[in-house]
């Protein structure tokens, strides 16, 4: 479920009440940008997940990947990628895509170690995502298992921003061609290998950037105009 963004901090006080110490409740304790902040001056994060399918309820996160956009420019500093242990096997399928073995999820980080850090780095900021339904999801069935409490958060679909540019300019719609490496094709963005989470970061970054240049040609919106109700 999409919050709307002008009820998101009240939600988030109300999680803040029933939420015991710890990494959640941490990040709950910092309020969510305004919704009428120019988004030029947000702290903006992108993130992107691998898993080992796309069933939410069944499947596992095996890696997660994260870069920073501050004053509407990336932060290269601020990567992030980390290798996620799990007790699941990893279809084969998933492994030839992602390229992430059973023995690299095996030397990696515990599921709470990592989103404890992940908390951290959202805390304040507002997320972007590609098909952002899936991050989400995952970040909210985390939360159940490991808080007994909801996730929210502000959220940026590139994906949505996609189609309504597309719309916008009156282009017809065809399979695949919201899928984030057919976008950068047409915005003649460098081709980054897929399916690694860093850089599928980095990439829906990117596209952000070259959407808000079409959308907005004065950069000049606020974060309401992009959020997804």
């Avoid at 501050?70 to 998933?94: C, F, M, Y």
């Avoid at 970061?201 to 997804?228: I, Q, V």
Wanted: proline fraction near 4%; glycine fraction near 4%; include cysteine.
């Amino acid at each position: 479920m999409w919050f709307k963004s002008l009820d998101q901090n009240k939600k988030r006080k109300r999680l803040l009440d029933k939420t015991p110490a710890g990494a959640l409740r941490d990040y709950y304790q910092t309020p969510f940008p305004a919704p009428k902040s120019k988004v030029a001056d947000i702290p903006l994060v992108v993130l992107d997940f691998e898993t080992t399918g796309l069933d939410i309820k069944y499947d596992h996160i095996v890696s997660v990947g994260l870069i920073e956009i501050n004053q509407l420019g990336v932060n290269l500093d601020s990567a992030w990628h980390e290798i996620i242990k799990t007790s699941r096997d990893l279809p084969e399928q998933s492994t030839v895509i992602h390229e992430i073995t059973d023995d690299m999820v095996n030397l990696g980080e515990e599921v709470n170690l990592v989103f404890e850090k992940l908390l951290s780095r959202l805390k304040g900021h507002v997320l972007i995502a590609h098909h952002a339904q899936i991050e989400l999801g995952y970040l909210k069935k985390i939360s159940k298992e490991l808080y007994q409490q909801d996730f929210i958060i502000p959220v940026i679909d590139t994906q949505v921003l996609a189609k309504r540019q597309l719309q916008r300019e009156q282009v017809t719609l065809e399979k695949n061609s919201l899928r984030l490496f057919n976008l950068r094709k047409r915005y003649k963005l460098p081709a980054y290998k897929a399916h690694n989470a860093l850089s599928d970061a980095l990439s829906t970054a990117e596209l952000f950037l070259a959407l808000m240049a079409d959308l907005y040609p004065g950069l000049d919106c606020r974060l309401k105009d992009l959020l997804k109700n």
